[in-house]
C-alpha cells in the first residue's frame, strides 16, 4: 500500500442561495456534498464520475480549498487542510494543481501562451529562468518551445487543453484535480491528451483526481472509480470491478446508459431506463437520495439512510439491497 | 432507392465570406434519407455538419453563399424565398439543437408556444383546439403532466424537459424530415437514453426520416440505420451502421473508431494533427495531412465517394488498403 497523498473525510458543502418571492427574500441551502469520503493514493488516479450536478467540481474545488468545505477534513500529504492558516496554505498549493475542462476558457486570450504557462511561477514567485522552464513544460507537453509566443486563438482545442496541463505542471505539483480535461474535445483529438496524462503520470509519479461524466474514459485511466448521486458517494471499486461487478443499482443504471460504440452490442443489450431527472439538490430526498428513481426501492429506502458499507471486498456500497443487486438487474452490461 | 426520398440533397456547397477570407465550410454533399430511417452523421467539430443542414433549413447568415440542390418532395430549398421556406419549415422538415433554452421564448407559456406551432400551418384550427393538441404533443413526447406542464415557462423546465418540448414543438405538423443536431450532447446518458427513446418511437409510429447529427460514435450505432462521416466538409464514408462500425474503409473512420477509449489501460491511438482550416483546406483528399496512408495521388482530384467492400469510401488507395485491414 503506497502511502495516500489525499484523504478526503465526511466532506460537506452547502451553499446559500437566495431567491426572493415579490418582497422575501428566502434562503434555501444547496447541499451540493454531503458526508463524502474518498482516497487518492500516491501516483494513482481516481475517477470521480456522476450526472451534472452531483457535486463532483465541488469536491474538487473543497480539496483544494479553492472553495472552504462546511464540514469535514481534508489532508494532503497527511497536513490538515481544513483551517489551515493562509500562507501555510499558499505553500502547500504549489503541489496541488487543478486543469479545467473548457480549454476555451481556461486561458486569457490576450497573453500568450508563455505568459500563461509562466504565470503560476510568477505569483509564487519562483526563482530562475522562467522562459526555460516555459519551453521545457510546453516540451514535456508535445508542444513546440516557440509555440510560447504564440496566443490562444492559434491553438485548437487539444492544443489549448495541452497548454493548461503545462500551466498546471509549472509548479511541480504531486497532484492535480482534472476536471472534466476532455470533455470537450473530440474522440480523435481527446485521446492524445489521455496519453499525455498517463505519460506524465508515469514519469513525474503524479496523482490524479479524474473528473468526468464520460464513462469509458474514466474507465480507461482510473485505478479505482467513485461513484456521485446528488452529492453522495454511492459506490467506489477498484475501476475494472466496478464496471464488471458493480452492487449499486445507479452505477447499474449509469453504465447501462452509456451508448456503446457497437451496432450490435447496442441493438441486443437490457437497459435499465431511470425515469425522470435528478432531484434538486435544495431539497434531497429523505433515506436514500437515488430512491425516487431507483428500480429497486422498497419503503426502507424512503426512511432510512443507506450507508457506504464495504462487504468485504474493498468494494463500499450504498444501498440496502446492494447483494441482491446483481440478481435483481442482471449481470453488469458496462461501458 | 425503392421509395421516394423524404430529403434529397445534391452536391451542396457552403461558403461563408469572411474578413480573412471564404470559409468552405460545405463541399459538396450529396445525401437522401428515407422515410422512417435514421440517418447518422458524424464527424469532428467543424466538418460541416451542422452547416450543411442549417443550409438546408435557410437558417444561415446573409455572409453565407449556398449552391447545389435540397429537395423535400418537389420543392427546391437552395435558392428559395423565405415564404417558401418558413412553410416548409415545420411543417415538412423540423429541426432540434443542442441547447433548447436559447429556442424556447422565456415570457411565453410553453403551451402556448407549441399552440403556436400548430397554428402556424393549421390556419382554419381554432385557438382551444391548438390548445388541446399542444397538451396531446406534450403527452406524446412523455411530458408528465401535460396540461399543467403547459402552463408554466421555460425555465421551470429542466434541460430534458425542454429538450422533450422542442420535440413537440418540432413534430407539430408532422414533418417528413426531423434534423436533430447534437439533441443529447447537454444532457446526462440517462436522460439522453429518455430523449433518444422519444426519438425513435416519433420515427417508429410517425415514420419521419430523422437525420441525427452527432460526436458520440455509441449514440450512431445504437440509433442510426445509416451512416454518414464527414471531413473537411465532405462525406467521407457512407453505409448501413453494421458495415460502417465493423468493416469501414475510409482511414479517417477507422481512425476516429480506434481513437475510443479502451478497457484495459493502454496507450490510445489519437489522430495526430487537427481538423484542417476551411480557409484553405488541403488539395485532394483533405485527410491526407493526417493520414498514415497517404500517397502522393492523395494530392490529386478530390475523390469521391466509391463503393469498396460493403461502403461507399472516398478515398483513392481504398482498394488498395482494403488489404491491410
Ligand atoms: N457564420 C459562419 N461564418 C464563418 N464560418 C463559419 C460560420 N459558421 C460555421 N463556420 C465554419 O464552417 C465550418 C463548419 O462548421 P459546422 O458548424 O458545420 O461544424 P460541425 O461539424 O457542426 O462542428 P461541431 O461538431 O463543432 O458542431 C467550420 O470551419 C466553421 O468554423
Ligand atoms: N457557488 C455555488 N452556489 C450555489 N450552488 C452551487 C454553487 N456551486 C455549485 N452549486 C451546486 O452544487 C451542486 C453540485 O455542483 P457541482 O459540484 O458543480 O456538480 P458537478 O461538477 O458534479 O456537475 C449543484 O446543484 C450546483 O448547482
Ligand atoms: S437503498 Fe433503496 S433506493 Fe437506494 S439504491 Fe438501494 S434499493 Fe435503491
Ligand atoms: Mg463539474
Ligand atoms: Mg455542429
Known amino acids: 500500500m503506497t502511502a495516500p497523498v489525499v484523504e478526503v473525510a465526511n466532506l460537506t458543502k452547502e451553499f446559500t442561495v437566495k431567491s426572493s418571492h415579490g418582497l422575501r427574500v428566502i434562503r434555501r441551502t444547496v447541499h451540493a456534498v454531503s458526508d463524502v469520503s474518498l482516497t487518492v493514493p500516491s501516483g494513482k488516479t481516481v475517477g470521480l464520475v456522476g450526472e451534472s450536478g452531483s457535486g463532483k467540481t465541488t469536491v474538487g474545488r473543497c480539496i483544494l480549498r479553492l472553495i472552504e468545505p462546511t464540514a469535514g477534513s481534508v489532508k494532503f500529504?497527511?497536513?490538515?487542510?481544513?483551517?489551515?492558516?493562509?500562507k501555510d496554505l499558499r505553500k502547500l498549493r504549489r503541489s496541488m494543481q487543478i486543469v479545467f475542462q473548457d480549454p476555451y476558457a481556461s486561458l486569457d486570450p490576450k497573453m500568450t501562451i508563455g505568459a500563461s504557462i509562466a504565470e503560476p511561477l510568477q505569483i509564487q514567485k519562483v526563482e530562475?529562468?522562467?522562459?526555460?522552464?516555459?519551453?521545457?513544460?510546453?516540451?514535456?507537453?508535445?508542444?513546440?518551445?516557440?509555440?510560447?509566443?504564440?496566443?490562444?486563438?492559434?491553438?485548437?482545442?487539444?492544443?489549448?487543453?495541452?497548454?493548461?496541463?503545462?500551466?498546471?505542471?509549472?509548479?511541480?505539483?504531486?497532484?492535480?484535480?482534472?476536471?472534466?480535461?476532455?470533455s470537450a474535445l473530440d474522440v480523435s483529438i481527446q485521446a492524445g491528451v489521455v496519453n499525455l496524462l498517463q505519460d506524465l503520470q508515469e514519469q513525474l509519479g503524479l496523482s490524479y483526481l479524474f473528473i468526468a461524466h464520460d464513462l469509458s474514459v474514466v474507465r480507461h485511466i482510473s485505478d479505482s472509480v467513485a461513484v456521485m448521486y446528488l452529492g453522495k458517494v454511492v459506490e467506489v471499486g477498484p475501476?475494472?470491478?466496478?464496471?464488471?461487478?458493480?452492487?449499486?443499482?445507479?452505477?447499474?443504471?449509469?453504465?447501462?446508459?452509456?451508448?456503446?460504440?457497437?451496432?450490435?452490442?447496442?441493438?441486443?443489450?437490457?437497459?435499465?431506463m431511470l425515469q425522470g431527472?435528478?432531484?434538486?439538490?435544495?431539497?434531497?430526498?429523505?433515506?436514500?437520495?437515488?430512491?425516487?428513481?431507483?428500480?429497486?426501492?422498497?419503503?426502507?429506502?424512503?426512511?432510512?439512510?443507506?450507508?457506504?458499507?464495504?462487504?468485504?471486498?474493498?468494494?463500499?456500497?450504498?444501498?440496502?439491497?446492494?447483494?441482491?443487486?446483481?440478481?435483481t438487474l442482471g449481470s453488469n452490461v458496462s461501458a | 432507392m425503392s421509395t421516394e426520398s423524404a430529403l434529397s440533397i445534391r452536391d451542396l456547397r457552403v461558403t461563408f465570406k469572411t474578413l480573412l477570407g471564404n470559409?468552405?465550410?460545405?463541399?459538396g454533399v450529396s445525401l437522401d434519407v428515407q422515410p422512417g430511417e435514421v440517418l447518422g452523421v458524424v464527424g469532428e467539430s467543424g466538418s460541416g455538419k451542422s452547416v450543411s443542414f442549417l443550409a438546408v433549413m435557410g437558417l444561415l447568415g446573409r455572409n453565407a453563399v449556398i449552391e447545389g440542390s435540397a429537395k423535400v418532395g418537389d420543392t427546391e430549398l437552395v435558392g428559395a424565398n423565405q415564404r417558401t421556406l418558413r412553410k416548409v419549415r415545420g411543417n415538412n422538415v423540423a429541426m432540434i439543437f443542442q441547447d433548447p433554452l436559447s429556442a424556447l421564448?422565456?415570457?411565453?407559456?410553453?403551451?402556448?408556444?407549441?399552440?403556436?406551432?400548430?397554428?402556424?400551418?393549421?390556419?382554419?384550427m381554432s385557438k382551444d383546439d391548438a390548445a388541446k393538441r399542444a397538451v396531446e404533443l406534450l403527452d406524446i413526447v412523455g411530458i408528465p403532466q401535460p396540461e399543467q406542464r403547459a402552463r408554466q415557462y421555460a425555465h421551470e423546465f429542466s434541460g430534458g424537459m425542454r429538450q422533450r418540448v422542442m420535440i413537440a414543438m418540432a413534430i407539430a405538423n408532422d414533418p417528413k424530415v426531423l434534423i436533430a443536431d447534437e439533441p443529447t450532447t447537454a444532457l446526462d446518458v440517462t436522460?439522453?437514453?429518455?430523449?433518444?427513446?422519444?426519438?425513435?418511437?416519433?420515427?417508429?409510429?410517425?415514420?419521419?426520416?430523422?437525420?441525427?447529427?452527432?460526436?458520440?460514435?455509441?449514440?450512431?450505432?445504437?440509433?442510426?440505420?445509416?451512416?454518414?462521416?464527414?471531413?473537411?466538409?465532405r462525406v467521407v464514408e457512407r453505409a448501413d451502421v453494421h458495415s460502417l462500425f465493423h468493416q469501414s474503409d475510409h482511414p479517417y473512420t477507422r481512425g476516429l473508431l480506434a481513437s475510443q477509449p479502451t478497457l484495459g489501460r493502454e496507450r490510445l491511438s489519437p489522430i495526430p494533427g487537427a481538423p484542417p482550416n476551411m480557409l484553405q483546406p488541403p488539395s485532394g483528399c483533405a485527410f491526407r495531412v493526417r493520414c498514415a496512408h497517404a500517397a502522393p495521388e492523395c494530392a490529386g482530384d478530390v475523390p469521391e465517394l466509391i463503393q469498396v467492400r460493403r461502403t461507399e469510401t472516398a478515398c483513392v488507395r481504398a482498394q488498395e488498403l482494403e488489404a491491410l485491414v
Open chain 1, 128 to 182: 530562475g529562468n522562467h522562459q526555460d522552464r516555459v519551453a521545457e513544460l510546453l516540451e514535456l507537453v508535445g508542444l513546440a518551445p516557440d509555440h510560447a509566443r504564440r496566443f490562444p486563438h492559434e491553438f485548437s482545442g487539444g492544443q489549448r487543453q495541452r497548454v493548461g496541463v503545462a500551466r498546471a505542471l509549472a509548479l511541480n505539483p504531486s497532484f492535480i484535480v482534472l476536471d472534466e480535461p476532455v
Open chain 2, 23 to 27: 470559409v468552405q465550410a460545405v463541399r
Open chain 2, 191 to 233: 436522460v439522453q437514453a429518455q430523449i433518444l427513446e422519444v426519438i425513435d418511437r416519433i420515427r417508429k409510429e410517425m415514420g419521419t426520416a430523422v437525420v441525427l447529427i452527432t460526436h458520440d460514435l455509441g449514440v450512431v450505432a445504437r440509433m442510426a440505420d445509416r451512416v454518414q462521416v464527414m471531413y473537411a466538409g
Open chain 1, 239 to 272: 475501476a475494472e470491478e466496478l464496471y464488471s461487478a458493480s452492487a449499486h443499482p445507479y452505477t447499474r443504471a449509469l453504465l447501462s446508459a452509456v451508448p456503446q460504440a457497437d451496432p450490435i452490442v447496442e441493438r441486443e443489450r437490457q437497459r435499465i
Open chain 1, 277 to 327: 431527472e435528478v432531484p434538486s439538490p435544495i431539497n434531497p430526498p429523505s433515506g436514500c437520495r437515488f430512491r425516487t428513481r431507483c428500480p429497486m426501492a422498497q419503503e426502507i429506502c424512503s426512511v432510512e439512510e443507506p450507508a457506504l458499507i464495504d462487504r468485504g471486498q474493498g468494494h463500499p456500497v450504498a444501498c440496502h439491497f446492494a447483494e441482491a443487486v446483481a440478481v
Open chain 1, 77 to 86: 500529504q497527511g497536513t490538515e487542510l481544513v483551517g489551515l492558516p493562509a
Open chain 2, 105 to 124: 421564448n422565456p415570457v411565453h407559456r410553453v403551451g402556448a408556444q407549441v399552440a403556436e406551432m400548430v397554428l402556424a400551418h393549421h390556419h382554419g
